[in-house]
């Protein structure tokens, strides 16, 4: 038969395998292992009100050795944490990566900065989460910290980060995520949407519509970044709360401007991804205070007869798609900033002289073979270039590429108020003999900085040599070899018996 303690519970075992004893008597294993299990109790009580104790004092040691919180008073310390959390504001996704975690990590060092961290509501203005399809386990415990999350931020204009993680089509409980997340972006909007600065959301259609469409947002909204997953299609109006949203920076992704209705007339910098030449066009005459433009993946044009593209406060355009049906359409007679890819020289010659813009940046990216140096050399002497005072060529298989370079010293009214030139070319050929005159060129211009994609012939020594008088009598002028290992010029300096 089983003994007293044996039989507890234990109605499963075979009754071959149980423990026999006279009389139900606990047998000896038994008796001790009930004995251990009072000890390891006692032990665990013990070992809680130590661990208590200990970190009690060590909340007195920290105290009194730390020396931000001993010499500081806690507004300055605050502000420190401030800046340290917010020292990546102008880059989104350094944010995403780290400031998410920054007050947790600043309040786990110890009690005191704990106290200080939640305190302070500067830290706690940006939310970042991810929406997940296989997240309900987690659902209830992501609402409650990202309300405990906001609710340490006092009344100061709020910055939030929505994108998908993952979102399974298949997944049997799609449906019903959707109406969880739903709920819960709601409550989070219309608890606190009339803060909101920044919102930047990608969505599943599902739920950015139905949110969108009852979200309480205010005029204090200012960056409004919208993108659509490519599996999505976007067919709906995006719906405003009763309030005007009156955004400077638009940025939006496989969702056509017309489609989202909010007050254009206070945009200044906008971003598109995924668009066809016809919504890109439009887009100008939506937003007449539009300063900083960028067009990125723009497909082509579907219709034949497209008016011209006129816009008289653009200043800054970067384009990273085949861009000449645009350009050949296009006027911008203040743009000062041009960036381009996938676009003929004859073309930008064309937009230039048709602009009379005097720009000051100039970046270019020529991927054509049929391109020469000497139709680029055109572009550059135009006159509306001569106030170029950055110029950035990225150049492959163009052919005679040295009569760039030797143009400098032979004209010096060749772009006479450059102070950088940035000069990358994919191909191999470059030689130092091209680059010298371009060196020599800052005498009677103010070129400061000089970047070239280092020479073949740079690892001889007599050019080398070149290289470090130039820099030893210019200290001024920054003078750089791309995709050069730095240690590579330390190493021949030495080498030479150079400094």
Not at 21 to 33: A, Q, T
Not at 96 to 112: H, S
Not at 256 to 262: G, S, T
Not at 479 to 496: G, S, V, Y
């Amino acid at each position: 038969m089983l003994c007293d303690l044996c039989q507890a519970g234990r109605s499963d075992i075979p009754r071959d395998s149980a423990c026999e004893v006279v009389d139900g008597e606990p047998c000896d294993p038994c008796l001790k292992i009930t004995d251990l299990d009072i000890q390891i109790s006692n032990v665990e009580v013990i070992l809680k009100r130590l661990t208590d104790t200990r970190r009690i004092l060590q909340t007195a040691r920290n105290h009194i050795h730390d020396p931000i919180v001993n010499h500081l008073p806690p507004e300055l310390i605050q502000r420190i944490f401030s800046l340290y959390a917010h020292s990546d504001d102008d880059d989104t996704s350094a944010y995403i990566q780290k400031e998410k975690f920054v007050p947790l990590v600043l309040g786990a060092i110890c009690k005191t900065w704990r106290e200080i961290a939640w305190n302070t509501p500067d830290l706690w203005t940006r939310l970042s989460f991810s929406v997940d399809s296989n997240i309900k386990k987690n659902m209830v415990r992501e609402r409650e910290m990202s309300f405990q999350w906001l609710s340490r931020t006092g009344d100061l204009p709020l910055s939030l980060y929505m994108d998908r993680a993952r979102w399974e089509s298949s997944s049997p409980q799609r449906s019903q995520m959707a109406r969880s997340w739903v709920g819960f972006i709601q409550d989070l909007m219309n608890e606190f949407g009339n803060r909101f600065r920044v919102l930047d959301v990608e969505l599943p259609v599902k739920i950015f519509f139905p949110v969108m469409s009852k979200a309480r947002l205010s005029s204090q909204l200012k960056r409004l970044a919208i993108r659509i997953n490519y599996c999505d299609s976007a067919l709906e109006v995006f719906s405003l709360s009763t309030d005007t949203l009156e955004p400077e920076y638009v940025s939006l992704s496989r969702i056509e401007p017309r489609l989202v209705k909010i007050s254009w007339n206070n945009v200044t910098e906008l971003a598109l991804h995924e668009y066809t030449g016809d919504a890109c066009s439009d887009i100008f005459v939506y937003a007449p205070s539009l300063v900083s433009c960028q067009l990125r993946s723009i497909q082509p044009d579907s219709n034949q007869q497209l008016q011209s593209i006129t816009h008289l406060q653009l200043r800054h355009l970067i384009i990273k798609s085949p861009a000449d049906n645009f350009l050949k359409r296009a006027t911008f007679p203040e743009l000062k900033t041009l960036s381009m890819e996938y676009a003929a020289v004859s073309t930008m010659r064309d937009f230039v002289s048709r602009s009379c813009c005097n720009l000051k940046t100039l970046e270019v990216t020529l991927r054509f073979y049929k391109e020469t140096a000497n139709s680029l050399f055109e572009l550059l002497q135009e006159p509306y270039l001569h106030s170029l005072k950055s110029l950035n060529i990225n150049l492959r298989g163009l052919a005679n590429r040295e009569r760039i370079f030797s143009a400098f010293p032979e004209k010096p009214a060749f772009l006479p108020v450059l102070q950088s030139i940035t000069y990358n070319c994919w191909d191999q050929g470059l030689q130092f003999a091209w680059v010298l005159p371009l060196m020599l060129s800052t005498k009677f211009r103010p070129l400061s900085t000089i970047k070239i994609k280092h020479p073949d012939d740079i690892y001889e020594d007599e050019n080398l040599r070149h290289f470090f008088e130039f820099r030893r009598c210019n200290p001024d002028i920054t003078l750089e070899f791309l995709d050069l290992d730095p240690d590579f010029i330390q190493k021949q300096a030495k080498r030479l018996g150079l400094e």
